[in-house]
């Protein structure tokens, strides 16, 4: 299992979960949209126009984003917290892969 969390937790769906649980498998499998957001002072910097990019990316690949951009905003700001994160990249993808949508939002 590859790590690519350099922080402590990261986000799957809505459970906190420790970074050695992570296993990037699903990033294989179906089709995968993310986005990058820059963290400075625990402030995530142009979440709007990131999460704007997200929507079109799924608009134009047919596919739905499972839920609103407050609650991807919510769990950003949540994965800030529990990692006591100043600054960083927060990577959030969603995967589609048959009839199941998996969320995690990563540092």
Do not use: C, H
């Amino acid at each position: 299992m590859e790590d690519i969390s350099y922080r402590e937790f990261y986000i799957k769906d809505d459970e906190v979960k420790q970074k050695d649980s992570f296993d990037n498998k699903f990033i294989t499998l179906g089709k995968s949209l993310y986005e990058v957001i820059r963290i400075e002072q625990g402030v995530p910097l142009f979440v709007e126009k990131n999460l704007k990019r997200l929507e079109n990316s799924a608009k134009i690949t047919n596919l739905i984003l499972p839920m609103t951009s407050d609650k991807i905003k919510a769990k950003i700001n949540k994965l800030i917290q529990v990692n006591k994160a100043d600054i960083g990249n927060i990577k959030i993808v969603f995967n589609f892969f048959m009839e199941n949508v998996i969320f995690m939002p990563i540092f």
